[in-house]
């Protein structure tokens, strides 16, 4: 009895250690992974850069004209109106030249009235001429009747017929001389237009003496003094550089060719300065400019980012790091980053969980009711819509049933969708077609994808299957998967455990 008790007793012992000893164990591995909490809020896609504060237009004025620099009329942040004079240069040499041109045009213009009065002189002694050349005419023809009736000697006819010859060379002379005057007279006017041409020139190199801006602005840089002998002969120096309107200023950004292709114009950014780093300034791209920028094997492109500086506290030449965004989603679910890349030791890829991969009408149907809400589309624009994407899809199942190899259908169904963007673009109006054009970048920078996180289930890790969205980089955006809010996914080993 005794020796039953020793031993019923040892196999209670047993027991209650190997059950100690499993619950210990498990609580080690739960305690050798680092969890994190599933949250819901905002995440945004961004890239950062940097970028340069610039005007919007900046004018460089010089002068056009050479000489001494007589007055200078403004100084550097003046503000000036459209017209109004900045600087003189000394005008004396150019009145002077005003003056001798005027003299030349008035001469050729008295030369018009000389070679005219030649010329009706000429038309005077021509008509003069021409009634002597119908008197002798009629005198050779009664001469000619006499000498037909042989009541005059064949002598008297010959001298009428030298008088009537004499007569028709000093017409055709005339004639001639009054050619000659008139190619005079329009040479006279071409000289006067000539020298009209050299007066308004010097008038025009005296009005350029008054140095004017030709736009309203700010002067924020002056390289005139007075006294200082501007040579334009060769190049127009710059005397005033100005910036147009510092309410509305630019940042020019270089971005990477890596993160060009995530970027359209519309999209909102943001950008601090070092002047105000406590200060959040907003904006927006307006531009993207296709020239290249290659320095040292480094492609860039610049872009242009619009803001307001209504308080012009942002002043050109000022550095700005510059953040833009190229997604972001709302309340929605969202998973650290680090849980996507986890993977527990001795993960296979047929051991991942169930497969989070929707229905390829379940996500055109999610696509239209998006496009819906956010486009505010009539129902003409929504049933054409419809049309077009049900088209897609028809397209889609041919070329799966076709067995369409993997390459080719991924290329053939890039070219379907881009080519339903551009018919849906083609059906709406200007505002929505900028809409559009942010939520297709947007898209484009959260595309879809498959991906796995692990939760833990009795201590085990467990997959689950998500199809993920955007990232910020700490944490992305789920959109679908069997999984709630608050719900603890792994993100690695704890130190403990590693």
Not at 67 to 74: A, K, N
Not at 181 to 192: E, K, S, Y
Not at 205 to 218: C, W
Request: aromatic residues 4%.
């Amino acid at each position: 009895m005794r020796r039953f008790s020793l031993l019923l007793g040892g196999v209670i012992v047993l027991v209650a250690i190997a059950y100690g000893y499993s619950r210990l164990n498990t609580v080690q591995t739960a305690a050798s992974y680092r969890l994190e909490t599933v949250e819901r809020g905002t995440i945004e896609k961004t890239i950062s850069s940097t970028g340069r504060v610039k005007p919007v237009m900046t004018v460089e004025i010089g002068s056009q004209v050479s000489g001494q620099i007589s007055e200078v009329l403004v100084d550097f942040n003046s503000k000036v109106k459209a017209g109004e004079v900045i600087a003189r240069i000394d005008a004396s040499p150019f009145e002077a030249r005003v003056q001798v041109a005027r003299a030349d045009l008035a001469f050729a213009e008295a030369n018009i009235a000389m070679q005219t009065a030649a010329l009706e002189e000429l038309q005077a002694e021509f008509l003069g001429l021409q009634a002597i050349l119908t008197e002798m005419a009629e005198d050779l023809e009664r001469q000619q009747s006499l000498f037909e009736r042989k009541v005059i000697p064949e002598s008297t006819v010959d001298h009428a017929v030298a008088r009537h010859v004499q007569a028709m060379a000093k017409v055709e002379s005339i004639q001639a001389r009054m050619k000659k005057q008139r190619a005079q007279v329009r040479t006279a006017h071409a000289n006067v237009a000539s020298h009209g041409g050299k007066l308004l020139q010097a008038e025009l190199e005296l009005e350029h003496t008054l140095i004017r801006s030709p736009v309203d602005g700010i002067v924020i840089n002056r390289a005139a003094d007075r006294g200082q002998t501007v040579a334009a002969s060769l190049q127009a120096p710059v005397l005033f550089t100005l910036a147009q309107d510092l309410r509305q200023i630019h940042l020019e950004v270089s971005v990477d060719e890596a993160d060009i292709g995530g970027i359209t114009e519309g999209q909102q950014s943001r950008f601090t300065v070092d002047a105000y780093p406590d200060r959040v300034f907003k904006g927006e791209v307006v531009q993207i400019r296709k020239q290249p920028i290659e320095i040292s094997g480094v492609v860039t492109y610049v872009i242009i980012v619009g803001t307001q500086n209504v308080d012009q506290s942002l002043m050109p030449g000022m550095t700005a790091s510059v953040e833009i965004v190229l997604g972001q989603r709302q309340d929605v679910l969202k998973v650290s980053s680090q849980a996507l890349r986890f993977k527990p030791a001795g993960f296979k890829r047929s051991d991942s969980g169930a497969s989070a991969r929707g229905g390829g009408r379940e996500r055109m149907r999610s696509m239209i009711k998006d496009l819906a809400e956010k486009l505010e589309l009539s129902e003409e624009q929504l049933s054409s819509v419809q049309s077009i994407y049900a088209e897609m899809g028809q397209s889609i199942r041919g070329l799966r049933e076709a067995g369409t190899g993997s390459d080719e259908f991924r290329e053939a169904i890039r070219q379907l969708r881009t080519q339903a963007a551009q018919r849906v673009a083609q059906l709406l109006e200007s505002d929505q077609k900028k809409r559009y054009r942010l939520m297709r970048a947007e898209a484009k920078s959260g595309s879809y994808r498959q991906e796995n996180v692990w939760v833990l289930d009795g201590g085990k890790p467990v997959a689950l299957g998500l199809t993920v969205g955007i990232s910020d980089g700490t944490h992305t955006e789920i959109v679908r998967g069997d999984i709630a809010q608050g719900t603890q996914v792994i993100v690695g080993l704890s130190l403990d455990g590693s």
